[in-house]
């Protein structure tokens, strides 16, 4: 089936700092990723949505300038946290789905726990 | 609008009993319907997903079936294991919306033996 891979699956770092995570589809191409974020105990929210090749959308309220995305290839898009700080503090989830889009599933990463101190 | 609505948790259970997650949904058009788990400290996995309606998707003892009629996609298993412990998200995906997924809040489930 298809395989989402997101690394790292934590990352500490200090306020102030920058993060890449990196999330690949493995056995498919992705013309499509989703970033997405979830905070304890609650459900996922939507960030931005990678298209490859062009620009991110990035949902209201999220800033586009801190939460860098690039999607340069059918199979590799990353999210930079820009100066982190604290309340970044988060778990991070990618997917994707294959070209065929329409109402094919989403494939998750196995998510990103990030701890900015 | 596009929305998914999930019974609240956290929902526990003992092994073996059987378990009901409610959802339902607003969509406009004929929506494909999912749902997702997550274990602990992981991202989600598809468990199953029906993209029409009375279709019945099924996974690991799982199922839920899409009835339009009610609007609903319950996600059933008959006799739960302690391996189940996990949240369960209810989710559609709509090409009158852009192909954009709607998920619930997601429903937590501990079983215990």
């Known amino acids: 089936g298809a395989v989402v891979s997101q690394h790292p699956s934590w990352v500490i770092c200090k306020s102030g700092t920058s993060v890449k995570i990196e999330c690949r589809s493995l056995d498919f191409q992705a013309t499509t990723m989703f970033w997405y974020r979830q905070f304890p105990k609650q459900s996922l929210m939507l960030m931005a949505t990678?298209?490859?090749?062009?620009?991110?959308?990035?949902e209201q309220g999220v800033e586009k300038d801190k939460f860098l995305i690039n999607h340069a290839s059918l199979t590799l898009s990353t999210l930079t946290v820009t100066s982190a700080h604290p309340e970044d503090s988060s778990f991070y989830i990618c997917?994707?789905?294959?070209?065929?889009?329409?109402?094919?599933?989403?494939?998750f990463g196995n998510g990103t726990r990030l701890t900015v101190t | 609008g596009n929305s998914v609505t999930q019974m609240e948790g956290p929902v526990t259970l003992s092994e073996e009993a059987f378990l009901t997650i409610n959802c339902t949904y607003t969509?406009?058009?004929?929506?494909?319907l999912f749902w997702y788990v997550q274990y602990p400290g992981e991202g989600l996995q598809l468990l199953l997903k029906a993209t029409k309606a009375d279709d019945k998707g099924s996974n690991k003892g799982f199922e839920a079936t899409y009835r339009k009629e009610t609007t609903s996609f319950h996600l059933e298993k008959g006799s739960v294991q302690v391996s189940d412990s996990a949240v369960y998200f209810c989710?559609?995906?709509?090409?009158?919306?852009?192909?954009?997924?709607?998920f619930g809040t997601g429903t937590s489930l501990t079983v215990i033996p």
């Open positions: 989710a559609l995906t709509n090409r009158l919306s852009g192909n954009q997924f709607y």
């Open positions: 990678s298209n490859e090749g062009s620009k991110a959308t990035y």
């Open positions: 997917s994707a789905r294959g070209q065929t889009g329409g109402n094919s599933p989403l494939h």
């Open positions: 969509a406009t058009g004929y929506p494909s």
